[in-house]
């Protein structure tokens, strides 16, 4: 990758609403050539989106926890991230090595949230569970070194 288009990726991963203008302004660049830039490094697969992220905290889901699944049967299917994938409250699902399969992040309104969460994810995925409760998030969502 050009080192301009890792510039480019850099301010957008810091703020996806960069408008284009200033984004030419701080790449250097004109706005039509950024425009270009920006456009083939989402037709690359370089850029694969653009969300706003939320407070938990202020939509009410303040609760967030780490939980690692394993199955019941190591010789079962691993179709898990499919069968969870209708539980809104898992925000990710990560494959890892390691003694569990996966760990999932959820958030949810409350403890009781929680238990009801984890017993849907037990029942849907013949899973065992470990959970871990985050007490706090000093920092999440850090922009790439690119």
Known sequence: MEEIDRKIVSLLSRNGRMSFTELARQ???SV???HQRVRRLEA???ITGYIALCNADVIGLPLTAFVSIKPFDPAAPD???SRL?????IEACHSVAGEENYILKVR???PTALEDLLQQIRSI???ST???VVLSTPYEYRPPTV
């Open 108 to 110: 949810v309104a409350s």
């Open 44 to 46: 690359e697969g370089v």
């Open 130 to 132: 470990r959970t871990t």
């Open 79 to 81: 179709d898990l991230p």
């Open 32 to 34: 039509s050539a950024v």
């Open 85 to 89: 994938a209708d539980l809104t409250a």
């Open 125 to 127: 995925a013949n899973v």
């Open 27 to 29: 790449a250097g660049l």
